[in-house]
């Protein structure tokens, strides 16, 4: 399986970087990128974007994949909500529709999360405008396309760089996986059943918390019952 992955910057995005290339399943990683990885792999490669609206000068090297994990975005909190919707739905259905006409079969899995709104109602921005982005995307007609909606992801211990309020957090996150297990994800857990998917479709379009966490453990009891 040859993967593309946005937002490897990220909290999600690195993770997702990590994983596919350390998964045998995954021959090559196309990042598309702002600016170049710290990451060096024999089964990397770096697509410099000036722009994520357009893709007209990197279209050949779109060619050739089979999933895009599309993990770019941003929080509400951090800029204004003309940036947020264009980061969160207009980068999204730009990337998609190239992405599209470079690989007719392709499977994107986005990245969305919990508490989008489908119906497009909600007064939070970040609700309404990730469910006006699946609902976009749903209409492109893409051969296998999935939402993940995933609550707090907890980044991994090793994450280079955290945001204020994942290190606020932090102490807390063993009572969550303990008691409340709904609310909360590890990035690795999300970048496996992001690659699962990729790899062998899901139950379901849409993917909340609990969803995704059996994504993962029902590839763990395939392959156990595989050996």
């Avoid at 980061?87 to 919990?114: E, Q, R, V």
């Avoid at 990035?187 to 998917?197: C, D, G, Q, R």
Wanted: charge should be positive.
């Amino acid at each position: 399986m040859n993967l593309m992955i946005t937002g490897a910057t990220g909290t999600a995005g690195s993770e997702a970087v990590r994983q596919a290339l350390a998964d045998t399943r995954v021959k090559k990683v196309t990042v598309l990128s702002r600016r170049p990885l710290t990451t060096a792999h024999k089964k990397l490669r770096v697509v410099l974007m000036e722009d994520f609206l357009n893709y007209s000068g990197v279209k050949n090297k779109l060619k050739g994949h089979d999933a895009c994990l599309w993990c770019l975005g941003i929080s509400q909190n951090a800029v204004s909500e003309e940036d947020y919707v264009r980061i969160t739905y207009d980068y999204a259905l730009a990337g998609a529709k190239a992405m599209k006409a470079a690989n007719p079969k392709l499977t994107f899995c986005f990245l969305s999360g919990g508490g989008a709104d489908s119906q497009e109602k909600s007064r939070i921005l970040f609700a309404r405008i990730k469910g006006k982005t699946e609902n976009a995307l749903d209409r492109l007609g893409l051969r296998h396309l999935y939402h993940f909606r995933p609550a707090y992801i907890h980044p991994a211990k090793d994450q280079p760089k955290k945001l204020f309020y994942e290190r606020m957090l932090e102490p807390f996150t063993p009572f969550f996986y303990r008691f409340l297990p709904g609310t909360i994800i590890s990035t690795v857990e999300l970048a496996k059943a992001m690659i699962e998917t990729a790899q062998n479709g899901a139950p379901k379009a849409i993917l909340e918390n609990n969803d995704i966490r059996n994504v993962v453990q029902d590839a763990k009891t395939k392959t156990l019952k595989s050996v």
